[in-house]
């Protein structure tokens, strides 16, 4: 019989089980690579986001009360290290422009006509807010309660936000279908 995630967790708690948390690692790291792979779209740093997310939720396992799923107290973990190290990106940005006073080019190859469609370029499209709750409640599965829990947005911004970002998809899939 297979272990749920909570008798897991209170195997990491009651004798900080590394085999236990393993487990958990090996049931949710898909997801949650996955998750930040939409998010940040950089597969080596949504690997290390993802890895940092596992490390902090290992030392911080007794702030999982059970309240909700551990899924989505895992998926809350890895958002809040995609955020900060968003958040570290646009302070070393705005210290380069000062310093250089030049802008700096993104890097990203420009889009060519021939290219497939793409699910992460059309996600790119949209605002940071909409693509991560799309993420979360479309690639990740997570109710919309989940990810109002995981991003502390109130739920009727993260049903706007889902709903949104769904129309800006299908409106530029289409938009990319009748121009090929």
């Known amino acids: 019989m297979k272990a749920s995630d909570e008798d897991l967790v209170a ?20 997801l949650v690579r996955a998750m930040l792979m939409r998010m940040c779209r950089n597969a ?6 993802a890895q940092d997310a596992f490390i902090r939720a290992f030392n911080k396992i007794d702030g999982f009360k059970g309240d909700g799923s551990f899924k989505a107290w895992l998926c809350r973990i890895a958002y809040t290290e995609f955020l900060m190290h968003a958040r570290k990106q646009r302070s070393a940005a705005r210290t380069a422009e000062a310093l250089a006073r030049e802008p700096e080019e993104t890097g990203a190859p420009p889009a ?34 989940e990810a109002a829990e995981i991003t502390g947005l109130p739920l009727g911004t993260v049903k706007s936000h889902v709903n949104r970002g ?12 009748m121009a090929a």
């Open 112 to 145: 060519m006509a021939g290219q497939s469609l793409d699910l992460d370029r059309a996600l790119a499209t949209l605002k940071e807010d909409e693509r991560v709750c799309v993420v979360l409640c479309y690639a990740n599965g997570l109710t919309h309660s």
């Open 166 to 177: 769904r129309d800006k998809l299908k409106a530029w899939f289409e938009h990319r279908e």
């Open 44 to 49: 080596a740093l949504a690997d290390d986001l």
């Open 11 to 30: 195997l990491v708690l009651a004798a900080r089980d590394r085999d236990a948390f393993g487990e958990l690692v090996r049931r949710h790291q898909a």
